[in-house]
C-alpha cells in the first residue's frame, strides 16, 4: 500500500511539472526606431495561436501561459512595419517606420487613391518636412522639395510668399500660378493666413491625369493642402514656440567706398572734360575738379559740405593721377544702407494644439501667434489664427464634419521693386557713400535737435542722383504703408451611403461647400515735409477691399471590387463663384506731419471704386479600373462654363486618360527579390486656363469693351474706350503627355522618372497695338508653347537598419521651352526681350558687345548691314549705338538647363540632422542692379568696384569703357550674368529627449530644435539675386533673409 501511495504522488508531481514545462511567461518592451520613444498599443500575438495582447504606456507588455512549443511573436502597428521575433523570456523590439504603408494613401481631385493605384504624377510632402522651414508663408518652403516645381526666393518682406510653377510656363502673360486646393476646396484667400504649423501633407499634382478634374483652375498644376485632423482617444496638448533673428541672406553688391568713389567720379569728370569740353588731356584734370567743386555739374554741394575728407577736393585728388592724397582723413563715414536696416530682427512665434475625442467623432483646435520684424527698419508682420477641425461618424450611414480657419494679418510693410527714390531699396543701396544721413558740422560731427535727436540731411544741396531734398532713411519713419486683413475659411461636407452588405454597398453621395473671405484695409501716408509728396504738402490714401467665394459640389461614388477586378466611379456637379469689391479714396495738403487720417487733408485727389465678377459652372466625371492589383486605368471629364468668355465660347472641355502597370506583380517577377516594386505609368489629357491676368478688372469681362465716364476726377464730362472687346476670346488649353517609371529596389532604393510634355495653345495675352489708336492692347488668342522636359527623384538609405540612419534624396529636373506659334507677327519685342516663334520664353534681346576701343575706351559693338531683300550682310565692329541697336540678337533665356536639390537626414537615437541644398544650372539674369551701379550716369549714384578696372588711359586693355559724366550705354550681353547657383537652403538640427525623463514629468515628448534657413548661395555674381523671378530681370527688391532660430516641441 505505502509502496503505491509513494508511487501515485511521484506520478502526480511529475504530471504537475511536465504541465508547467508546457507553458512560459514572456515580458518585453517595444520601442520606435525612429524616435527611440515607446509604442503605445501596439499588438503583440503569439504566431499560430490566439494568445496575445497589446503595449502599454511605456511600449511594455507581459504574456503568460504562452505554449512552450510558440517559437515567433508577431508585432504590428499602424504605420510602422509588422515584425516576427524569436520568443524568449525577455523581448526587445525596434519598430521601424513603413514608409510605403504611410505613403500609400494620396490625397487626390476629389478623393484619395492608394498610390500604387496612381496613373498620373504626383509628390507629397509632410509635416515633418514642412516644420523643418520658419517661414510665415508656407510657398516659401516649396523650393528643393518636389522635382518639376519652381520657386522664385520671393520679397524678404515679412509675411511675404514665393511664386511657384509646377512643369513649366503654362502661358505667356495669362496666370502660370497652380491652383491651390484646401481640404478638398479650391482656395481663394491669403496663402500667409494659413499657419504651416496646421498642415498635415501638401500633394503637388503635376499632370492631366492628376489634375484635369479641376477644369479651367488646374492647367497650371495643383497644390492640395490636407490640414491635420482629431484623434481619438484623451485630449493631446501640443505646445511648440520658436525663436529666431534674421540677416540679409544675400550679402551686398560690392561698391566703391568714399576714395575710391571721388576718384571714379574724377576720371568720369576728366573724360568730360577731354571729349565734350575740348580741354587737352594734361589740363582735363585741373578743369575736372573745378567742375565737380562748382559750376552746373557741382556734385559736393555748397562750399563742399559733401566732401567727407578733411582737405578740398582741389588739394584732395592729384590731377595727374587721379588719386586721393594718401594723409586724407575722413570728417565723417556713413552708410545708408546700414542705416535703413535694422540689427537682428526679431522672429517669435508660439503654437497651442488640442486634439481628441471618441471612435465617432474627433477633432483638432490649434491657436497661433506670429510676430515678424522686418530687416529693414519699421516693417513687420503680425498673424493671430485659429484653426477648428471636426470629424463625426453621426450613424453607420452618415458621415460629416467641418473645419474653420481664421487669420488676422497685420504688416507695416515698404515700397519695393521700382526705382524711385521712396523705395528705400534704390534709394540707399544707389546713394554715393559720400553723402550723409545725418546734417553734419564743419568738423563732420552730427548735428542733434532740442530733444537730442540726430538731424536728418535732406539733400538740398545734392545733385540729382542723389534724391536731391529727399532722405529715404526718413521716410522710413515719416511714411507709412500698412495693411491689415481679417481671413476667413471655411468647409463643410457630408457624406451619406456605403452600406455594407447592401445593394448600395458602394455607393456614397458626398455634398461639400467652402467660402473663402478677406476683409482687408490698406493706407499709404507720404509725409508732408521730405519726400514724394512735399509739393502737396502730403498725401494720404486709404483702401478698403472684400473679397468672397464659394465652391460648392456635389459628388455620386461607386467604388466596388468583383473578385480581380476593381471599379470606382465618380460624377458630380459643381459651382464657384467669385466677387472683388474695392473702394478708396486720396486726399492731400496737411497742416503738419502725422496725420493719417483722410479728414485731416483738405483736396481730394482721387476717388474710386469697382467691382469684379467670375463665376464657373462644371460637371465632372471620373473612372478608375484596375485587375488583379497589377494593371489600372484611368479616365476623366469635365466640361466648365466661364464668364470671362463671350456666350459662344463659354463652355470648354477637359479630360484625361491613365494607366499603371506594376510590373512587379506579375508572375515573371516573382524570383526577382531584389526588385520591391516597379511600375510604369503613362497619361495625356487636356486642361484648361481662362485667368487673363486675374489683377486687372478689364480682364474679367475681356469679352466687353471698357469705358471710362468722365475726365480728370469727373471735372469732364464724358466717356471714352480704355479696353477692346473681343468675342472672340476662349479657351487656354494645355495638353499634357506624361510617361514615368517608378521603383524600389533593396528595400533602400527608390527613384521615380517621368518625362513630360506640355503643349498649350490658344494662348491668352494682352496683344499690342499702335499707341497712336488709343489703347496699349486687347486680349486675345496669340498662339502655341511646348514645354518639354524630365523629372527625377531618388532616394537612398545608406544606412538603414542601424543606430545610425542615413536618407540622401536627390532632385533633377530639366526644362526645354519653345514658342511654336504667335498670331498676326512672327515676334513681340519689349525692351531688352523678345518672344519670337521658334525660341524659348523670356529670351534676351540685347546688342552684341565687341569689346572696348583700346585708344579711345569706347565700347563697341557688333553689326551688319541688311540689303533691300532682308539679307543680312558680314558682321562688323563699330562704336555706333544707334546702327547696335539695329542689330540686337537673342542672347539666351532665363530658364535653366537643370534645376533641382540634394537633401541628407542623419538619425542617430534621439537626434536628427537634415541638409537641404538647391541648385540650378544655366539660364542668365539681366541684374538692373548691377547695370546701375556699373553703367549708371546719374551724378551722385553709388559706382560697383568693378569701375576700378574701366578704361582710363590710351592703351587700356579691358572689357569696361570709359565712365564719363552724361554718358550712357545701351544694354548688352555683358549685362546678362550667368544665373547659376548653389544654395544651402536650410539647416535643421532636433533632439528628442528620452521618453523615460518626459514620462517622470508628465509630458509625452519633448523635442529641441535649430534651424537656419537661407543659409548660404553661390554664384557668379556677388550681391545678385539668382532666383529673384522667372523672367530673369531683377530690381530694387526686399532682398531675402536668412534666419536662424531655436524651438521647443511638447506634447502631453
Known sequence: MKRKLMLLLACLFVGIGLVTAQTQTITGVVISEEDGQPVIGASVLVKGTQLGTITGVDGDFTLSNVPSSAKTLQITYIGMQAQDVAIKPNVKVIMKSDTEMLDEVMVIAYGTTKKESFTGSAEVIKSEKLKERPVANVTKALDGMVAGVQTTSGSGQPGSGSSVVVRGYGSINSSQSPLYVVDGVPYDGNISAINPNDIETMTVLKDASAGALYGSRGANGVIMITTKKGNSGKVKVNLKANWGVSSRAIPRYETMDEAGYLETIFQSYKNN??????????????????????????????????????????????????????????????????????????RQEYVASFSGGSDKTKYMFSLGYLDEEGLLKTTKFNRYNGRLNIDSEVTNWLKAGMSANYSRNESNTAVENSSGSSNVWYSAQLMAPIFPVFE??????????????????????????????????????????????????????????????????????????????????????????????????????????????????????????????????????????????????????????????????????????????????????????????????????????????????????????????????????????????????????????????????????????????????SSMSGAAVTSLENKELKWEKNANLNIGIEAKLFDRVSATIEWYQRKTTDMLMSFPMATSLGFDGYNKNVGSMRNTGIDLTLGVDIFKDTPFTWNLTLLGSTIKNKVLQLADKPEIISGSYIIREGETLYSFYTATAAGVDPATGEQLYWAWDTDENGVKGKKYITNDMAKATACKEIQGSRIPDLYGSINNTFKYKGFDLSILCTYSIGGKVLDGIYNTLLYGNYVGQAKSKMLERAWRNPGDITDIPRIEIGKS??????????????????IALGYSLPSKWMKSIGFDSARLTATADNVVLFNHLKGMDPQYNFTGGTNFGYVPVRTISFGIDITF
Open 273 to 346: 572734360q577731354i571729349i565734350n569740353g575740348g580741354v587737352s588731356p594734361e589740363l582735363a584734370g585741373v578743369a575736372a575738379l573745378e567742375a565737380m567743386k562748382s559750376g552746373s555739374t557741382a556734385m559736393l554741394g555748397q562750399n563742399e559740405q559733401y566732401n567727407p575728407f578733411n582737405y578740398s577736393i582741389t588739394e584732395l585728388i592729384d590731377p595727374v593721377t587721379g588719386k586721393v592724397r594718401s594723409d586724407a582723413k575722413l570728417r565723417y563715414s556713413e552708410d545708408w544702407m546700414d542705416e535703413a536696416l535694422k540689427s537682428n530682427p526679431l
Open 440 to 713: 553734419k558740422d564743419a568738423n563732420g560731427a552730427t548735428i542733434y535737435d532740442n530733444l537730442g535727436n540726430a538731424v536728418f540731411d535732406y539733400g538740398k544741396n545734392r545733385p540729382a542722383g542723389a534724391s536731391s531734398e529727399w532722405n529715404t532713411i526718413a521716410t522710413l519713419y515719416d511714411d507709412m504703408y500698412s495693411t491689415q486683413s481679417d481671413n476667413l475659411s471655411g468647409r463643410v461636407y457630408a457624406e451619406l451611403g456605403d452600406l455594407k452588405n447592401t445593394f448600395l454597398q458602394g455607393l456614397k453621395f458626398s455634398v461639400n461647400y467652402g467660402f473663402d473671405l478677406i476683409n482687408s484695409a490698406g493706407a499709404t501716408y507720404y509725409n508732408p515735409y521730405n519726400g514724394n509728396s512735399v509739393a502737396v504738402k502730403g498725401t494720404i490714401q486709404k483702401a478698403t477691399a472684400r473679397t468672397f467665394s464659394y465652391t460648392f459640389n456635389q459628388l455620386l461614388t461607386y467604388d466596388r471590387k468583383f473578385g480581380d477586378h476593381h471599379f470606382e466611379a465618380l460624377v458630380g456637379h459643381e459651382f464657384y463663384k467669385y466677387r472683388y469689391d474695392y473702394l478708396s479714396a486720396t486726399k492731400t495738403g496737411f497742416p503738419f506731419g502725422g496725420l493719417y487720417e483722410l479728414d485731416a487733408a483738405t483736396t481730394i485727389t482721387g476717388a474710386s471704386s469697382y467691382q469684379n465678377n467670375y463665376a464657373v459652372q462644371s460637371v465632372l466625371s471620373r473612372l478608375n479600373y484596375d485587375f488583379a492589383d497589377k494593371y489600372y486605368l484611368s479616365a476623366s471629364f469635365r466640361t466648365d462654363g466661364s464668364s470671362r468668355f463671350y456666350k459662344d465660347n463659354r463652355w470648354g472641355k477637359f479630360w484625361s486618360v491613365g494607366g499603371n502597370w506594376r510590373i512587379s506583380h506579375e508572375s515573371f517577377m516573382s524570383d526577382i527579390t531584389w526588385i520591391n516594386n516597379l511600375s510604369l505609368k503613362a497619361s495625356y489629357g487636356v486642361q484648361g486656363n481662362d485667368a487673363i491676368l486675374n489683377g486687372t478688372k478689364q480682364n474679367f469681362y475681356a469679352w466687353q469693351s471698357f469705358y471710362d465716364l468722365g475726365y480728370a476726377n
Open 969 to 986: 550705354y545701351i544694354v548688352t550681353d555683358n549685362s546678362l550674368i550667368d544665373a547659376s547657383y548653389f544654395a544651402i537652403k536650410n
